[in-house]
């Protein structure tokens, strides 16, 4: 999973410079500042907040009622404008006007609701306090990792979002209260989850060894900024922010009692046409709710008889794929130690894998990231409601690294033979290396190194786990190609328990029993997923979908172009312009053909 995602406002402000490695000024740079002034936060993850854009250091996004689209709002109105406009004649204008045309007319749906709003990674959402989204697991993160202390001013603009923490905080209990009113609350069983992330906050954001008080105090010592910054900062995470976060427990608490069973969106208010417009979104395609089901049924079908012939020759002949995949993963001499030696032991893993894939890495693209990738473990406190894992891209201005991060809570969650391709998609060549090229391109303009399409970066990053394969990446372990078919078989699965869920009335205990007997997830894991698709609805149907267009595009390319194919090239095209819809990557793809033959 990619923390990428587009952040865009209503109002048209004044043009700021060109930062360092953005494209030339060009028709898309007041839509640009409106969106970093809008969330600040966006800003400071690209590195766009320096020089004339100091100020969005010192804020956090506003999560106010009258900002409960900020994040579609202005793609949304500047739609009709772009629409109106003589289309570019240049193919690759094109195809940048023809990605905002498609975030506007996605986006426009969710005007029609008048609950819910934009959750974490820019994803719609019907709640915005769950597991998954809120300022109190977000914001905490965001300021240790990407808000960067050198100056005092700095370390003071930390302190300003350590004060905006508290109030966007109230802001979403405010949201939480009012869509209460409209008959629309999370199910009780991601209250509860939400609630025992706020406790672990409470437990551990509290005095001078608080995270967010070290993590100020410490870099200004380490840059020899003069300033009682710790001190500071632990008055306002004692006093108005350690409030903020009682105050939400204590609105949830009240709304536990009366809170829904069931457990998607389909049950809400107009929530099946809500779904409709989520499934849209997330998968940049018309597909109904009853096709993608089909279609994940008809790829479970498929992926389980390849993974069949791959556990038979590895020797588990017997029982289930899901029973094999289970007994593989209990193999002793497959798992990490469970303590933090052992996780350690994992992200040297990790870093060997990818030092591997590197070298492999020029024989199928013509353009390599520059920006270093670290590994990361997901900080204790976010374990229990983050996905297995994911990355954070780095900033455009090359100033910061990208980052894999990788959900140790438990490490019988991760068998070896299953961590490589997860190496591959969130590293490279998945998420880092498709958004590092974005990032450094000087070609794109800056609006669009900011837009996520679901689709297109998981189905990349999927895409990724099947190329590593082609490149010989699972050659010395056979059984990493095992990993591999796995995770294919967990994404079609996605699809299906997903549309179940929102769009069918399956319970939670459903769906995890199908990804426990269908994909052999672990009941923990299993129960962590399908948590997660309940608070961001649509979302999981997006790797699978945006994978099978990249296969389709590619073997199009093939029987196009024939001799004339070029892997490389193929790469470029798909790559060259960041994150597209799925047809219109189609269009990319179009004019690349065209102009080779």
Known sequence: MDRRSFLASAGALAVAPAVAHAAAPGPYDGLLESVLRLSPETATSYGLDAGPRAALKHRLDDRGPAHRLNLFDAIIDAGPALAAAPPPADPRAAIFRAMALSMAEMSRPFRNFQYGGVGGYGYPVANVLTQVSGAYQAVPDFLETQHTIATADDAAAYLDRLTDFAKVVDQETAHLRADAG?????????????????????????????????????????????????????????????????????????????????????????????????????????????????????????????????????????????????????????????????????????????????????????TLPKTPLEVRRVPPANQLGSPGAYSLAGSIDGTRPGGIYFNQADMANWPRWSVDTTVYHEGVPGHHLAGSIANEAADIPTLFKLLNFNAYAEGWALYSEQLADELGAYDDHPLGRLGRLQGSLFRACRIVVDTGLHAKGWSRERAIAYMIENAGSTPDDARREIERYCGWPGQACGYKIGHLEFLRLRQLARDRLGPRFDLKGFHTTVLDKGAMPLDVMGQAVDQWTRSRA
Not at 225 to 233: L, P, T
């Open 182 to 366: 409209r008959g629309v609350t999370p199910p009780g069983f991601l209250i509860d989850r939400t609630l025992a992330q706020l406790a672990s906050f409470q437990a551990g954001q509290h005095g001078a060894s608080a995270g967010l008080v070290r993590s100020l105090a410490d870099r200004a010592a380490a840059r020899h900024i003069a300033g009682d910054w710790g001190g500071r900062a632990q008055a306002l995470v004692d006093g108005p922010v350690a409030a903020a976060i009682a105050r939400q427990v204590a609105a949830l608490q009240a709304l536990r009692p009366h809170a829904r069973d069931t457990a998607g969106v389909g049950a809400l208010p107009d929530g099946q046409a809500y779904y409709a417009a989520c499934l849209r979104f997330q998968t940049t395609t018309t597909l109904s709710p009853d096709a993608a089901h089909a279609l994940g049924l008809e790829q479970v079908t498929a992926v389980t008889a390849e993974t069949r012939a791959v556990l038979d020759q590895a020797g588990f002949r017997s029982g289930t794929v899901a029973q094999g995949l289970k007994a593989l993963s209990n193999d002793p001499a497959q798992l990490f130690p469970n303590d933090d030696a052992g996780r350690a032991q994992m992200l040297d893993y990790i870093r060997a894998r990818l030092k591997d894939m590197y070298v492999r890495l020029p024989r199928a693209f013509e």
